[in-house]
């Protein structure tokens, strides 16, 4: 079946403008998560979602961030006023469940910030 | 808080020799021990897993083990081939069952023809 999806697969854009990355995760799993993979580092936790439960912000490095997820399926990532730092691979993640499940984790968005 | 640390960073082995990772963590209650792939450019994936309630698995050239007492646990890549290059990640259950992954910071592996 149909994995984890993201768009778009690149985005440029310049500092200062908001930017929005879309996730579709694995149709039927209940729990999504965000992370940030700077070059050649690991994963860093922004932000996940658990069916209707209100989201774990924790990872989130700025007010900057923010995301939501409607009807449980689709989720968006904004990051407003973009600075240079920002630069860096945004993957989504799907599971069945929160937890002790494997995550699947879509292609990612490369996020260059000029 | 919750922490889960890995060595090395980054590892070169001769093509058929033996690759080791190791992994502490710090929460005792976690109980689910994934390990993924990410190959140059592609998405991590799941390669094994290993849940607190057996202290090894296997499957083909690669096997995890784990020692609870200790907390930490560890991939063995056995008859190293250069498509094993890659980073490998390992993540650790956090927050009791209904909790989240914590990731280590990834082991840089190179398998040399």
């Known amino acids: 079946g149909a994995g984890v999806s993201q768009s778009p697969s690149n985005k440029v854009t310049e500092k200062g403008k908001d930017v929005e990355l879309r996730c579709d995760p694995i149709s039927g799993h209940t729990a999504l998560y965000w992370y940030r993979q700077s070059l050649g580092q690991g994963l860093e936790f922004l932000i996940y979602f658990q069916g209707n439960s209100a989201p774990d912000k924790s990872g989130l490095p700025s007010d900057r961030f923010s995301a939501e997820r409607t009807g449980g399926s689709v989720s968006t990532l904004t990051i407003q006023r973009t600075q240079q730092e920002d630069s860096a691979v945004y993957l989504c993640?799907?599971?069945?469940?929160?937890?002790?499940?494997?995550?699947?984790f879509g292609p990612g968005t490369r996020l260059t910030v000029t | 808080g919750e922490n889960v640390e890995q060595h090395p960073s980054t590892l070169s082995v001769q093509e058929g020799d033996s690759a080791v990772i190791k992994c502490t963590y710090s929460d005792s209650a976690s109980n689910y021990f994934p390990w993924y792939k990410q190959e140059l450019g592609k998405r991590p994936q799941l390669i094994i897993d290993i849940r607190s309630n057996v202290g090894e698995k296997k499957d083909q050239r690669i096997a995890v083990t784990l020692n609870k007492t200790a907390k930490h646990f560890s991939l063995h890549i056995t008859e190293t081939q250069p498509e094993d290059s890659a980073v490998y990640f390992c993540a650790a259950s956090f927050g009791g069952s209904q909790g989240n992954l914590i990731f280590g910071k990834g082991t840089k592996l190179s398998v040399k023809p």
């Open positions: 993640a799907s599971s069945r469940n929160r937890g002790a499940y494997e995550q699947y």
